[in-house]
């Protein structure tokens, strides 16, 4: 089955008082384009991950953010009685010195400066380490069933328009002969209303001239060569079922296509085949657009 580039995965782990968030983000690209984002703590930790990545795509560009929130229990409320104490002790004394009324409560004590630090719980990377390698395998799993289920749409609207174009190139089949006769036959009348007007025509010379004028014409060879890209598009198609990246040779076989498609083109000298060819040209290039975005 061939692949889309466009894909999304998400992932988390939670580890400890911290909850590891992992996000895989995918669309086209001529190669694989990788960012990775980490938090400072696991900044080392990058090469491991682009390991990961490249074992599983081989083409697009593709995002991969990781996030590491703390829970509000990794946190601790740590009070300083030492420096609490104190005020105490210098409240009293004061009013005690100045004959001062009340005395300080437990909640005014609590909001002085420093009596009160949240200290956040620290994380050891190797206890991440772990997690942190399923959340990425995870979420590549649903980017890539993502981009496998893309793929399949993908590959049916390949086979219509690639049956599409075989009717089209029957059609030039079936008129190319009628095209050429006719060429060849406005051809030796004019030949024939030239020598009747001016004579000393050699014969042999203009059946010649008008032979190759109609070869000119013909668009069997044209024909042949488009069939065998369109046979080699649906080959490659098939390899895309053994697991085989298969984009790059189908955008080379569409410009192929293209090629013998401008060909026809240049020798259609009837509106009804011109006007095929304008279809054969138009469903070539949606083809092509949406094999931009095949792995």
Do not use: W
């Amino acid at each position: 089955m061939i692949h889309s580039m466009t894909g999304f995965g998400r992932a988390a782990r939670q580890v400890g008082g911290a909850v590891l968030d992992v996000e895989a983000r995918s669309v086209n690209h001529r190669h694989l384009d990788l960012r990775v984002r980490l938090p400072k703590l696991l900044l080392d930790e990058e090469p491991a991950i682009k390991r990961r990545v490249q074992a599983t795509l081989s083409r697009g560009k593709v995002d991969v953010t990781v996030s590491l929130v703390l829970a509000g229990s990794a946190s601790q409320l740590k009070i300083d009685e030492g420096l609490a104490a104190q005020y105490v002790a210098a409240s009293r004394k004061l009013c005690e010195r100045h004959a001062l009324a009340g005395d300080l409560d437990v909640a005014s004590l609590l909001a002085l400066p420093g009596v009160t630090q949240i200290v956040e719980a620290e994380l050891e990377v190797e206890a991440l380490r772990g997690p942190l390698g399923e959340a990425i395998d995870e979420a590549l799993e649903g980017l890539e069933a993502m981009r496998v289920a893309e793929g399949r749409s993908l590959a049916e609207e390949f086979e219509g328009r690639l049956a599409r174009v075989e009717a089209l190139a029957a059609a030039f089949e079936s008129r190319a002969g009628e095209v050429v006769e006719a060429a060849r036959a406005r051809l030796t009348k004019r030949a024939e209303q030239i020598q009747r007007d001016v004579g000393l025509l050699d014969e042999a010379r203009l059946h010649q001239e008008i032979v190759i004028a109609a070869d000119r014409l013909d668009i069997t060879e044209e024909l042949v060569r488009l069939r065998s890209h369109v046979v080699q598009c649906r080959e490659t198609l098939a390899q895309a079922e053994r697991g085989r990246p298969v984009g790059r040779r189908l955008d080379f076989l569409l410009q192929e296509l293209g090629r013998e498609a401008n060909t026809v083109g240049s020798k259609a000298s009837d509106a009804p085949l011109a006007q095929d060819v304008v279809e054969l040209k138009t469903e070539l290039e949606r083809i092509r657009e949406q094999v931009q975005n095949v792995e």
